[in-house]
């Protein structure tokens, strides 16, 4: 996974020559301050009455070679690294970026980064829909969930069900958010078939980019149906392209 950390500029240049970095922080810590995407925004406020220049480097745990511990920093787990971060495994460094007021700007390039495969809980559009921060057609909310319609109003009845804690998809989902995600979806399907006169719903899902998942937060559609309606909700698929057995061989648990 990608964690990040902040570096002072001057000391990181220096020190990266060396092919590693971190040398201060173990001195003083005995570890590397990180966090991860999630809880940058947190961590930023810290570096606010500092004005030396600073650097933000992406890291790759995959590609580490020194021990990383998740430990807890005043409620909320972060990752330390236990050695010196290795060049390789340093996959970005961006500039840290501050408004007038010294509030931290979430930079360009880890924002899309972000959106590529990891949580940015300060710029998901459903997490903001569900603070109320931008308007939605609110269907149902519980607890846990929060169901709304879908703004693309290309079906009848296109209903999006998230649950309220930001999570990416069905991969990184917890088992408990998960169950009370699934009971809601079935509560709104049976409430469409019992009290709103369909009497069938198709339930979609894309879980990671190569699925096909466009906002990075977990999402069940749910389009309800009609006998005769006309709609095509199943997907189109151009034939099985390598050996069922081999693939089966793969895939059996
Ligand atoms: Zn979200």
Redesign the pocket.
């Known amino acids: 996974m990608i964690i990040m950390h902040t570096a002072n500029k001057a000391d990181f240049e220096a020190e990266f020559q060396t092919g590693s970095y971190g040398s201060k922080s173990l001195d003083t810590y005995g570890f590397i301050h990180c966090s991860d995407l999630d809880t940058y925004y947190l961590v930023a406020p810290n570096f606010r009455d500092d004005y030396t220049e600073k650097v933000i480097l992406l890291i790759d745990t995959d590609k580490l070679d020194s021990e990383v511990k998740w430990e807890d920093g005043g409620g909320l787990d972060f990752p330390h690294i236990y050695g010196l971060l290795n060049r390789e495994a340093i996959v970005g460094v961006y500039e840290h970026l501050w408004s007038d007021t010294r509030e931290w700007i979430p930079n360009k390039e880890l924002q899309e980064y972000a959106v590529n495969g990891f949580?940015r809980?300060w710029e998901?559009?459903?997490?903001k829909i569900?603070s109320g921060k931008i308007p939605a057609r609110k269907v149902y909310e519980d607890e846990w969930t929060f169901t709304f319609m879908d703004v693309a109003n290309d079906v009848d009845g296109h209903i999006l069900v998230v649950p309220k804690t930001?999570r990416k998809n069905i991969l990184d989902c917890d088992e408990t958010t998960l169950a009370h995600l699934m009971k809601t979806v079935k509560r709104i399907s049976n409430h469409l078939a019992e009290n709103c006169g369909y009497n069938g719903v198709n339930l979609l899902n894309a879980s990671g980019e190569s699925a096909g998942q466009s906002v990075?937060?977990f999402h069940f559609h749910i389009i309800p149906r009609k006998a005769g309606d006309g709609i095509d909700a199943w997907p189109h698929f151009d034939g099985a392209k390598q050996n069922a057995e081999e693939v089966f061989s793969k895939i059996r648990l």
Do not use: Y
């Not at 998901?124 to 997490?127: G, K, L, P």
């Open positions: 949580r809980p998901c559009i459903f997490c569900i930001h990075p937060h």
